[in-house]
């Protein structure tokens, strides 16, 4: 067994001229909690990016349960256990909530799905829907309309659509943008009580949240790594206070 579910060796993703991620480094155990922050523009959309094959690391290895995934397809990270969500929603808002679990289920787009009715799922899938669907505390919602959902339960759809394929890692980005105080807590319940199977990376800006949710928290700043450590210690770091407040500190 390989002692990192997930390893950052070195990545770069260059955009251009631009470095959005330069260099990063890390390593996530089986299990963790792991949170990514940095003011905008530091490059942790596209270090995830990176990760799920959504851009493809200009340098650098990425290592998910000891396979180098660097030049593989999204769809063949899905396979090896990688799920995410995105910080825009991408529901389809006038299909019912089951519908949408088809649609991850099977990979399909939506235009595919419009054509082709509906996705029949099996037994197995069937199952798999209604587990990702409560751990989303979304039991009992799969005939409503997604347009009918609040903003908050569209965000846990969002969350049991990736983890309807069974990932064991995990990707949530800025899971609780947006929500009112009330369905964050929703968000961060869902969160916490997702099985220790799941090894979780999330982006998030509220450090209130990422404080009470994760075990480690990865501090990025113009795409390259600032700091790292215990939520914590994070919140006490001089250097992210500094990146996050916009304040250059002269070096010593
Ligand atoms: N497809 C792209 N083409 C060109 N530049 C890009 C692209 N995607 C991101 N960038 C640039 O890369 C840098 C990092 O962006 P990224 O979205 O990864 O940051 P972020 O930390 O996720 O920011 P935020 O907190 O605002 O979401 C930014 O300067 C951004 O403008």
Redesign the pocket.
Known sequence: MTEHLLRLDGVGVR?GG?K?VDGVSLAVRPGERRAII??????????FNAITGV?RATSGRVTVEGRDVTRAAPHRRAAFGIGRTF?ITNLFPTLTVHQNMEIALRGLSGRKFSFFGSAVLSDEEHAAAERALGLTRLSGRSRALVRELSYGEQRQLEMAMALATAPRLLLLDEPAAGLSPAERVIVADVIRSLPATITIVL?E?DMDLVLSLVDWVTC?SN?RFLAEGAPGEIRQNRDVQDVYLGRARPHA
Not at 38 to 47: F, H, M, R, S
């Open positions: 955009f631009l959005a940095g003011p905008n523009g530091a490059g942790k959309t596209t270090l851009v910080q982006i800006h990025l795409g």
